[in-house]
């Protein structure tokens, strides 16, 4: 079986644990080599609604990624 591959998306004012929860759970649940988690961003550094700059590094950016080979899990924080 190929690697599954899972596409955390950061965006600006995203909630920390909107991306912690799901990157925890995921990486406790990869017992082996089932899947990657991979956390991306249309920006180098993207900051949290509590303040936190998240990294990506520059060819994790989405508008250069291949999406296709992707799983996304999309979380978002409603107001």
Sequence with gaps: MALQKILL???PGFNTLDMNGPYEILQK???????????????????SQEGAAVKVPPFLF???????????II???LP
């Design 9 to 11: 998306i950061l965006f």
């Design 29 to 47: 649940a990869n017992n082996g080599n089932t899947f990657q988690i991979i956390v991306a961003s249309e920006t180098e550094i993207t900051t």
């Design 62 to 72: 989405l508008p250069r990624y291949d999406q296709a080979s992707l799983t996304p």
């Design 75 to 77: 979380s978002a924080t």
